[in-house]
């Protein structure tokens, strides 16, 4: 349930994933897909970077929806210093799963919260570490046929059948790996008046 005084929620985002998390539990709200350039121009290190292009996001949003509550949210997957980034078809998913497999990858989930009425912004980074058992191509490729993860970052859902791959998971909040970290998100939310269940 939302209070009818709180500003309307955005979310600046595409992801079907990043809906559906806040579908759990927020009745009202509207997705819009922010029109940024994701490319590290500025050289910054992952954190930075993922910290960087949520508020990017949330700001674009928010320079058109000004009296609109703005989530903007980014998720890089990191593998020995080397961003993975979504492999965008079947070729890339395998070389990322190989590359991951008996290996540790470091999933950095940023987002930034604009709150219209207090004029504040809210950032956080969550970090996932997920380590993946190992595993050959075969096995990369049997999953891969299973989810077809190609819009994912590290090349795998979760939400799905990922944990195939897996030796275990490191995280303060399961849902990060989804892409928006929500414990730390609905604790925002109800500072800033909503009331949610």
Known sequence: MQNP????IILASSSEYRRGLLDRF???FEAIS???DETNKEG???EALASHLARKKAEAIASTSREALVIGADQLAVLEDRVLGKPGDHKNAIEQLLAASGKAVTF????????PVGRTRHEHVDKTTVRFRQFDR????AYLRLDEPYDCAG??????AGFVLFESVNTD???ALIGLPMIWVSDRLLELGYLIP
Do not use: N, W, Y
């Open 5 to 8: 005084t709180s500003p309307p």
């Open 26 to 28: 927020l009745e009202q």
């Open 34 to 36: 922010p029109d940024v």
């Open 44 to 46: 910054l290190e992952p």
């Open 108 to 115: 950095m989930t940023a987002v930034c919260i604009l709150d």
């Open 138 to 141: 075969r096995h990369a490729e």
């Open 155 to 160: 090349s795998f859902k979760i939400e799905g």
């Open 173 to 175: 909040d399961p849902t």
